[in-house]
């Protein structure tokens, strides 16, 4: 069993940063692969970015690369999302996962662990 808690979310201006962070409990954490998916009213969850279970690999969808990065720190059990270069289109409730098989996967339905979210708000 993993519990994930999210945090760093807020209200930002567009062109702003913010970098969110998910603490996750257990002594197990880096045999998870991790990810970050967010969610708006009235829409299904979407993938934003996965990380490996080292941090050697990641992925990021289209809409987020170049301007979004996620690490993790496998000493401290945390895994991270910096987000640069905000956009309004990016308000939403963000989330992160754990995934017991490892992959880097963008299928919310493939991760067995979640967060209860953090809102960030992105103002244009």
């Known amino acids: 069993q993993v519990q994930l808690v999210e945090s760093g979310g807020g209200s930002v201006q567009a062109g702003g940063s913010l970098r969110l962070s998910c603490a996750a409990s257990?002594?197990?954490?880096?045999?998870?692969?991790m990810g970050w998916f967010r969610q708006t009213p009235g829409k299904e969850r979407e993938f934003v970015a996965t990380?490996?279970?080292?941090?050697?690999?990641?992925y990021y969808a289209d809409s987020v690369k170049g301007r979004f990065t996620i690490s993790r720190d496998n000493a401290k059990n945390t895994v991270y999302l910096q987000m640069n270069s905000l956009k309004p289109e990016d308000t939403a409730v963000y989330y992160c996962a754990a995934d017991r098989t490892g992959i880097l996967a963008a299928k919310a339905r493939v991760y067995d662990y979640w967060g209860q979210g953090t809102q960030v708000t992105v103002s244009s």
């Open positions: 990380i490996s279970l080292s941090g050697g690999d990641t």
């Open positions: 257990g002594r197990t954490f880096s045999l998870y692969s």
